[in-house]
Nanobody
Framework: QVQLVESGGGSVQAGGSLRLSCAVS????????MGWFRQTPGKAHEAVAA????????YYADSVKGRFNISQDNAKNTLYLQMNSLKPEDTAMYYC?????????????????????WGQGTQVTVSA
């Protein structure tokens, strides 16, 4: 089981930036999608971005392309989400999640049901 602990959320004005961090443990030796999702009250998880730990390829939702950047620091066992040009509609609880990948089966990176391990979330609030 992978343990995930997010940090870095907060309140910012539109146009500002935040960097979310996710400390990861329990994942050594396996390949994953490491993803960021967000959720607002009453709505389902929305996939934001993910990175494939095997080759470092990254994936983004259309709504954040060009503004957000996902990265990983393997030495620090940390996943990041750099969020720039934030908009009020980016306001949500942001979650870090892990989807273990197995040979011969590659799920869609945005399929939240494939992610079995989740952090507790960190709140991002963007004011107009």
């Amino acid at each position: 089981q992978v343990q995930l602990v997010e940090s870095g959320g907060g309140s910012v004005q539109a146009g500002g930036s935040l960097r979310l961090s996710c400390a990861v443990s329990g994942h050594a030796g396996n390949t994953y999608y490491m993803g960021w999702f967000r959720q607002t009250p009453g709505k389902a998880h929305e996939a934001v971005a993910a990175i494939y730990t095997g080759d470092g390829n990254s994936y983004y939702a259309d709504s954040v392309k060009g503004r957000f950047n996902i990265s990983q620091d393997n030495a620090k066992n940390t996943l990041y989400l750099q969020m720039n040009s934030l908009k009020p509609e980016d306001t949500a609880m942001y979650y870090c999640a892990a989807a273990r990948l197995y040979s011969g089966y590659v799920p869609e990176w945005f399929a939240d049901n494939e992610y079995k391990d989740w952090g507790q979330g960190t709140q991002v609030t963007v004011s107009a």
